[in-house]
């Protein structure tokens, strides 16, 4: 299984129109070879170098397994087309929060998981809320990082 955003390499600089001194729209993603068993994907983007510790920039599931690429600009509501949920982030906003580092070098990961289960859960849900609904269907996972700057 492998997750990575066309708009920069693994390790590089995320393009400021994905943050908040840009545009502060999603990062385009591709997700390739799911597990036999894919119902749905899930992905958590978040920054482990926050000054409050961990925080969540994007909650996004129920994705399903035939969808391989999610565009960049996804729009921020709590339910999109073919069932696709977003949850809420640690800015309190539903759907994504671009990168927003107070100062310094912060890396970002976007990690996806492939579910033996579609969720219907609820939009809105918190990291908290989505990592205990998923553990017990996590089928495989993957990950891609990218840093920014102020």
């Known amino acids: 299984m492998r997750i990575y955003s066309p708009a920069f390499a693994m390790g590089g600089m ?16 591709v997700i390739e070879n799911l597990p036999a068993g894919t119902k749905s994907v899930a992905i958590v983007m978040e920054d482990p170098d926050a000054p409050v510790g961990l925080f969540t920039h994007w909650l996004i599931y129920d994705i399903p397994p035939t969808i391989t690429q999610l565009p960049e600009g996804i729009p921020t509501a709590p339910a999109l087309s073919e069932g696709i949920k977003q949850g809420r982030n640690d800015f309190g906003n539903i759907g994504y929060g671009g990168p927003c580092p107070p100062g310094g ?46």
């Open 14 to 29: 995320i393009p400021a129109r994905f943050t908040c001194d840009g545009e502060d729209i999603s990062l385009p993603l």
């Open 105 to 150: 070098t912060h890396r970002y990961f976007i990690k996806a998981y492939a579910l033996d289960t579609y969720l219907d859960a609820p939009a809105g849900l918190d990291r908290a809320q989505l990592l205990r609904l998923i553990a017990p269907h996590v089928i495989g996972e993957a990950e891609y990082m990218g840093v920014y700057a102020r």
